[in-house]
């Protein structure tokens, strides 16, 4: 086990500025979905839901989940990158993030919603994020 870099000050500020709300690929998604043309008909954080969706549509019955690959697990080079330190730890807590997020999408669907999850990664190419959500908005 390696020895963190930062003293525990510094750790603990570290930590604090990880952001879990109106992070940049939310923000790139609210503004596809602005470009998809549904910009006024959504709420953030539908804290009702089960997973608390990033973006709720309540008049369409849809909702969009914004995922960070590396905490939730994506398969791509960020999500499949291993922490070095606690690497144990860290393990497990991704695993139950993408237990947790496969139980609430199954929830929400059960209950009637359609669900669009993007990854983090997804929402650096605007066109492509732009059409991707007006795909799902639309159908």
């Given at each position: ?93 991704i695993e139950?993030?993408?237990?947790r997020d ?38």
């Amino acid at each position: 086990m390696r020895a963190d870099v930062f003293d525990i000050e510094k750790r603990s500020a570290v930590m604090r500025a990880v952001k879990s709300s109106d992070t940049a690929p939310e923000r790139a998604v609210r503004a596809a979905v602005c470009a998809a043309g549904f910009g006024r008909r959504y709420r953030l954080n539908g804290a009702h839901l089960r997973g608390k969706p990033d973006l709720v549509f309540t008049s369409l019955s849809k909702v969009v989940f914004v995922h960070g690959c590396f905490w939730h697990g994506h398969d791509c080079k960020r999500g499949a990158r291993q922490p070095k330190d606690n690497a144990a730890y860290w393990r497990a807590k991704i695993e139950r993030n993408r237990a947790r997020d496969l139980a609430s999408l199954r929830a929400l669907k059960g209950d009637g919603w359609s669900a669009l999850v993007i990854w983090e990664c997804e929402t650096r190419d605007e066109a492509a994020l732009t059409r991707r959500v007006r795909s799902f908005l639309e159908r």
